[in-house]
């Protein structure tokens, strides 16, 4: 089964980049698509980035332009590449995996234990 294990997280001003990442033990990330999530308090999971196989990426629109995930297959490593950090991007980030070639948001079935990033204005 193995584990996924954030990484990066911490207390940054806004405006700051922070790079999160997400290393994968006892599993591979060949062939599965790669996502990061957040949930803030009080509110839902959702959706942030997803990067599949084939190396395609996807964003939310509340991260887009701002917010850059990629992937290392041979370290089985993600990446979340964040700058312009607004205080709203406060959060639990996690890292999931996919079966999926081309995976949408709810298609993630494997999931990290999170790292909190908090922004303050």
């Known amino acids: 089964q193995g584990q996924l294990v954030e990484s990066g997280g911490g207390l940054v001003q806004a405006g700051d980049s922070l790079r999160l990442s997400c290393a994968a033990s006892?599993?591979?990330?060949?062939?599965?698509?790669l996502g990061w999530f957040r949930q803030a308090p009080g509110k839902e999971r959702e959706f942030v980035a997803i990067?599949?196989?084939?190396?395609?990426?996807y964003y939310s629109n509340s991260v887009k332009g701002r917010f850059s995930i990629s992937r290392d297959d041979i370290k089985n490593t993600l990446y979340l590449q964040m700058r312009s950090l607004k205080p709203e991007d406060t959060a639990v980030y996690y890292c999931a995996t996919s079966p999926k070639v081309v995976a949408g948001p709810a298609d993630f079935d494997f999931w990290g234990q999170g790292t909190q990033v908090t922004v303050s204005s």
């Open positions: 990067v599949s196989s084939l190396g395609s990426t």
């Open positions: 006892g599993r591979t990330f060949n062939g599965n698509s």
